[in-house]
């Protein structure tokens, strides 16, 4: 879990301070998670859930896909067929 933690915060260059001051949960702590050195209780899980926007299951390990709705699946796919039409323009 503690390189979820910290990717998910990398991933959108954000300080352990600021994750801290968003979700109330202590900047030494959050650091504990992230490096391992204790884990975190449920409270705290459902908290960064929360504040990143993905499961708790993909938060733990248990599951691959970080989209936390049916919205986010079709946000994501809506996506990518832009993105595919945009690389088929510039192929022709």
């Known amino acids: ?4 933690i910290r990717d998910l915060r990398e991933d959108r260059d954000l300080r352990q301070i ?5 979700t109330g949960i202590d900047q030494k702590t959050l650091s504990n998670y992230e490096t391992g050195k ?3 209780d449920s409270y705290s ?4 859930a929360e504040f990143f926007g993905v499961t708790t299951d993909y938060l733990l390990g248990y599951s691959h896909s970080n989209l936390s709705s049916s919205k986010d699946v079709i ?5 990518i067929e832009k993105e595919i039409s945009e690389i088929k323009r510039f192929l022709k």
């Open 18 to 22: 600021d994750v801290s001051n968003a």
């Open 75 to 79: 946000e994501k796919l809506t996506k």
């Open 1 to 4: 879990m503690k390189n979820r």
């Open 45 to 48: 899980i459902i908290k960064l």
């Open 38 to 40: 204790t884990n975190p």
